[in-house]
């Protein structure tokens, strides 16, 4: 679809629970996760040696994991991206519930949520939170949607009496 319309697109693949940001320290189930220094200093020179790009008109998107990300790497480096969406991402990390549905996130991929930004509250939360920074996306375009995050009455694995009842997608929800 974005053939000939001088657009680059590059659609990282992996890194699930790593909230595709730089990590304190590395993570024995997850590795070593270096995803802001990626996107933003490593993958942009191999775009304009191979494909070209000016990285003058950059914009960032992603859905759940990933939205979070985006609206984080976004307010982290304003004058990299022009636009942002994030679709079902959590629009902050540092609020009580938000934070908590992140470090489940991360345990259900096998990793330790304290390698990432350390110990919530404190380690580095609050300096990736975009809902902190979001004064950094004034001037660019901003689009935020998410779904209601209740569950359906046919989703079994979010009712508690069911046998096939999830606790940890019932706590995301």
């Given at each position: ?25 590395p ?59 994030s ?14 549905g ?31 920074t ?36 019932f706590?995301?929800?």
């Amino acid at each position: 679809w974005m053939n000939g319309k001088g657009t680059n697109v590059a659609i990282p693949f992996g890194g699930g629970g790593s909230f595709y940001t730089d990590w304190e320290r590395p993570d024995p189930a997850l590795g070593v996760n270096k995803w802001e220094t990626f996107l933003t200093r490593e993958l942009p020179a191999y775009m304009q040696r191979r494909h070209n790009s000016d990285n003058r008109r950059n914009g960032v998107a992603g859905l759940s994991m990933s939205g979070t990300s985006a609206l984080n790497l976004a307010s982290r480096h304003p004058g990299f991206y022009q636009a942002v969406a994030s679709y079902s991402g959590y629009p902050t990390v540092t609020m009580p519930g938000f934070n908590q549905g992140i470090q489940a996130s991360v345990i259900e991929m096998g990793g330790n949520p304290m390698n990432m930004w350390g110990v919530w509250p404190a380690g580095q939360w609050a300096a990736n939170d975009p809902f902190l920074t979001a004064n950094n996306l004034a001037g660019k375009y901003v689009f935020v949607s998410s779904g209601t995050g209740v569950g359906s009455k046919y989703d079994a694995s979010v009712n508690p009496s069911s046998a096939s009842f999830d606790p940890v997608k019932f706590a995301q929800m």
